[in-house]
């Protein structure tokens, strides 16, 4: 025989377990409600559907409850009030202000449905909830507590209405089937850990307005993709997106300043190490350890100090560092199996460096490119010593401006110098013979295989050109100017 719905009214708050037994699976209740009705409530184990809309709640002072509480607002769901409660279907109070810290944490609900009077939704509200699949944050909800929706492991869709500020710490952490999340234009921040944990979410759409993104914030998330281009963000914290396997592409264009290891261990992240820092220059503590990112366009940044282990165990075989360079920290390079060159002649100061920055790394076999003023200042100098030093200087260029070799032709077109390679041209830097860097060039766009230089700034009557091509070489042309 099916299970008969029951609807009862609660006339006199608190009496509610005179009026019903513990056997009814179908509850409907009506009436004034209070902190001993709820503690009733999580009594009845067979119940699978609970009704709650047409209920008022009342406040409460007396005896202490369940969860040792004296007293209890009116219009708040209390803290624990529906906590583990076995109905899978299950409506809140129509007029309740605030939902209090794990007041509906580990039901057995598949949805839930949250009122439009709800205002503030406090901490772990809705955590471990093993059943939910959707829910949406009605647009009165102006604050979100940290881990609202934690460890709830179906969650699939978040709508988020209204004009909610930040997304609290670890609000949808350890959510693994969540793959939809819609945030409003509001947002200016996004908490410690909020979507770390999210396997299933391999993109989301950033609001333009946001300014911060937490520690852990996406950690262990699955996505794929990120673009912050067209975001106002401007600070990144520690391990934002630590351990991201299938993050393969960052978007910026103002890059924020981002923390220590913000993308370490995410091992498909292939968007270039300048490209993050943008004209940042610290480069953090493993910011980039265990990636699949390059650093071989890094003089194209304006870092002046890279990291402890920043760039520890990336797979390039050169290296041009900037010119603004100062300071590598301890471990900064360690582990680069390829390593074969690294070219310093842009910085006019031998860098400091920390512990071990080179540990792992075959230094006598890697050529190490150095200003011909400064070939005495790194030999003399502790870990750089120890790579097969070279000055950079006019013996090692192709004596010619009209035939380099390498695929390569230079011809003068007035005081513009324009060269033509086989191979696409990324970036070219020039030098007086002395070694002294005068200018940095850098490519425009995709497969460029003509590059043209306006020399007559260049306070230099002949110029040594070294430019890096898509293939990884570096020749260098010897030119003299008309």
């Not at 709640?57 to 624990?80: F, H, I, Q, R, W």
């Amino acid at each position: 025989m099916a299970a008969q719905a029951v609807t009862v009214n609660v006339a006199t708050p608190g009496t509610l377990s005179t009026l019903v037994g513990k056997s009814e699976t179908q509850l409907t209740v009506t009436g004034k409600i209070n902190a001993l009705d709820f503690d009733y409530i999580r009594e009845l184990s067979a119940l699978r559907s609970l009704d709650l809309s047409g209920a008022s709640v009342e406040a409460y002072k007396g005896d202490a409850t369940a969860t040792s509480a004296l007293e209890y607002p009116a219009n708040v769901l209390p803290d624990c009030a529906l906590l583990g409660v076995p109905a899978t279907t299950l409506v809140l109070p129509a007029g309740i202000v605030k939902i209090d810290q794990g007041a509906v944490g580990n039901s057995a609900a598949t949805s839930i449905v949250i009122p439009s009077t709800v205002t503030e939704i406090d901490a772990r509200a809705f955590s471990s909830m093993p059943a939910l699949k959707q829910v949406t944050v009605p647009a009165s909800v102006k604050v979100l507590g940290d881990g609202a929706f934690k460890d709830c492991p179906l969650l699939e869709k978040v709508v988020i209405l209204g004009d909610l500020k930040e997304i609290a710490p670890n609000t949808f952490a350890n959510c693994e089937k969540l793959s939809e999340v819609s945030l409003p234009a509001s947002v200016t921040a996004i908490g410690d850990g909020a979507f770390a944990g999210c396997t299933a979410l391999k993109q989301i759409s950033l609001p333009a307005q946001l300014k911060t993104i937490g520690d852990a914030a996406f950690a262990q998330s699955g996505l794929a993709t990120l673009d912050l281009s067209g975001t106002n963000v401007a600070e990144v914290g520690a391990r934002a997106f630590a351990e991201c396997k299938s993050l393969t592409d960052v978007t910026v264009r103002k890059a924020p300043v981002f923390g220590a290891g913000a993308f370490s261990f995410s091992e498909s992240l292939a968007t270039p190490a300048a490209t993050l820092l943008g004209d940042n220059a610290q480069m953090a503590d493993f910011l980039l350890y265990g990636t699949a990112t390059s650093a071989a366009n890094l003089n194209e940044s304006q870092v002046s100090e890279i990291g402890a282990y920043a760039l520890s165990g990336l797979k390039d075989s050169n290296v041009a560092l900037p010119a603004t360079l100062k300071h590598l920290g301890d471990h900064a390079m360690e582990r680069m199996p390829n390593i074969s060159k690294i070219d310093v002649t842009a910085i006019s100061e031998v860098p400091t460096l920390g512990k071990s920055v080179w540990e792992d790394v075959d230094q006598p076999g890697t050529v190490l490119y150095v200003p011909q003023s400064m070939f005495q200042a790194y030999k003399d100098a502790p870990q750089w010593q120890d790579f097969n030093v070279s000055e950079f200087s006019a013996t090692d260029i192709t004596p010619s401006d009209s035939d380099a070799g390498d695929g390569i032709c230079a011809a003068f077109d007035g005081q513009v110098l324009n060269i033509e390679s086989d191979v696409d041209i990324l970036s070219l830097q020039v030098y007086d013979v002395a070694g002294r860097c005068l200018t940095i060039l850098n490519a425009a766009g995709e497969n460029v295989s003509h590059v043209s230089l306006d020399t007559a700034p260049l306070a230099s009557a002949v110029l040594l050109v070294r430019l890096l091509r898509a293939d990884g070489t570096t020749p260098v042309l010897k030119v003299r100017r008309p």
